[in-house]
C-alpha cells in the first residue's frame, strides 16, 4: 500500500485503475471518524428496531396461539398447546401471559382432564413451563388449578400409559418448584407409591415378569422418580421419618433394584441415593444400609445377563456404576 494510504473501515475493492496517494491525503480523517461513529450508532438503532420487531410478531403469532387453545377440533388444540409450549421453551413471555392466567389455567385443566390422548399429553408437558413464566401473582392460583387435575390423571386407568407417565413428570417438577404447602407434597408422594407399588416383588420374593410390572414400566419409573425429587424437600430428619413410618421405606426400594423394567431399576437407584443421603444426615446407622445395598449394586453394575439386551445391559452398568461409586465415596467420608 503506497505511503500516507490509510485503510478505513470499508476497504476499497482493487481496480485496473488504483487510487492516487494525494487522492488519499486529501480525505478529512475527522469528517470520516465522525460517519463511522454515526454509522455504528444508526446500525445499532436499526438492530433494535429490527428485534423490536421480530418480538412483536412473535408475540402475535403467540397470541393467535392461546386463541387456538379454544379451538373446536381436538387435533387443533393439541396443536395449539405443542405450539405454545415451543414458543415458552424459546422465550420468557411472562408479561405478555400475565394477562391470560386464567384463561390458560382453564384451558390446560379442562386438557388434562377431559381431552383425547394427544391433547392431554400435550397439557400436561405444557403445565410446568406456564407455572414458571404465568408471573408471580398467578402462580399460586395456576397450581392450584392445575395440580389436582394432573394428579388425577397419574391415577386414570382409561388414560393412556404415555399420558399417564407425562403427567407424572410434569406433576413433580411443578411441586418441587412451585408447591409450599408440605402436606400437599406428602399427598402426591402417596400417590407416587400407589403407582410405582406396581413393580414391588411377590409375597414370594419373586420378580413380575408379566401384567403391568411389565407394560407400565416407564409409569412406574417416572413415579418413583417423582417421589425421589419430593423427597428431597423436607428437612433431613423429616425425610428420615418418612422412610421408617410409611410406604416405600428403604426395604422395599432396594426390592426394586430386582425388578424386571430397567426404567424402574434405574429409577431406584436414584431414589436409594436420596434416601441414604436424608438417613446419613441424621446421623442414623447407614453402615447396615450400605452393607445390604452394595452387593447388589455391585452386580448390577456388572450384570453380563444375556436374556437382557446389549444395549439395555450397557446402560445399567454405566448407570450403576455412577450409583455405586457415591455410595462408595460417601460411605468413605463418613468414617473420616
Not at 162 to 180: A, K, Q
Not at 322 to 331: G, N
Request: aromatic share 4%; net charge negative; charged share 30%.
Amino acid at each position: 500500500m503506497p505511503k500516507g494510504k490509510k485503510k478505513g473501515k470499508y476497504e476499497h475493492k482493487r481496480t485496473e485503475q488504483g487510487y492516487s496517494s494525494e487522492e488519499d491525503a486529501g480525505i478529512d480523517m475527522t469528517i470520516d471518524n465522525m460517519s463511522e461513529t454515526s454509522g455504528q450508532s444508526d446500525l445499532k438503532s436499526i438492530h433494535d428496531e429490527a428485534d423490536a420487531e421480530i418480538q412483536e410478531k412473535f408475540e402475535e403469532k403467540v397470541m393467535e396461539t392461546i386463541d387456538g387453545l379454544g379451538a373446536r377440533a381436538n387435533a387443533a388444540r393439541a396443536a395449539a398447546l405443542v405450539s405454545l409450549r415451543a414458543a415458552l421453551q424459546r422465550r420468557y413471555l411472562a408479561p405478555l401471559l400475565a394477562n391470560h392466567r386464567a384463561t390458560l389455567a382453564d384451558h390446560v385443566t379442562k386438557a388434562v382432564r377431559r381431552g383425547r390422548d394427544a391433547e392431554r399429553r400435550a397439557a400436561a408437558a405444557l403445565a410446568p413451563l406456564l407455572a414458571l413464566q404465568i408471573g408471580e401473582e398467578g402462580t399460586e392460583d395456576f397450581v392450584r388449578e392445575v395440580r389436582p387435575a394432573l394428579a388425577a390423571a397419574c391415577v386414570d386407568k382409561t388414560a393412556s400409559l404415555e399420558t399417564r407417565t407425562e403427567c407424572c413428570l410434569s406433576l413433580s417438577v411443578i411441586c418441587y418448584l412451585l408447591e409450599d404447602d408440605l402436606s400437599e407434597i406428602l399427598e402426591v408422594m402417596k400417590m407416587y407409591e400407589t403407582i410405582f407399588s406396581g413393580s414391588y416383588l411377590k409375597g414370594d420374593g419373586s420378580v413380575k415378569v408379566s401384567g403391568a410390572a411389565v407394560e407400565e414400566g416407564a409409569l412406574h419409573a417416572a413415579a418413583l422418580d417423582g417421589w425421589s425429587l419430593l423427597l428431597s424437600l423436607p428437612a433431613a430428619e423429616h425425610a428420615a421419618q418418612l422412610l421408617r413410618a410409611q410406604p416405600p421405606g428403604v426395604p422395599r426400594l432396594a426390592d426394586l433394584l430386582s425388578a424386571c423394567s430397567l426404567e424402574v431399576r434405574m429409577a431406584a437407584g436414584t431414589a436409594l441415593a436420596i434416601a441414604f443421603e436424608s438417613i446419613a444426615e441424621t446421623d442414623g446407622d447407614e453402615s447396615a444400609f450400605v452393607e445390604q445395598l452394595l452387593p447388589r449394586l455391585d452386580e448390577l453394575a456388572r450384570d453380563s445377563n444375556k436374556f437382557r439386551a446389549k444395549k439395555e445391559r450397557k446402560l445399567q452398568r454405566a448407570t450403576f456404576r455412577d450409583i455405586l461409586k457415591y455410595f462408595e465415596v460417601s460411605t468413605i467420608g463418613a468414617a473420616q
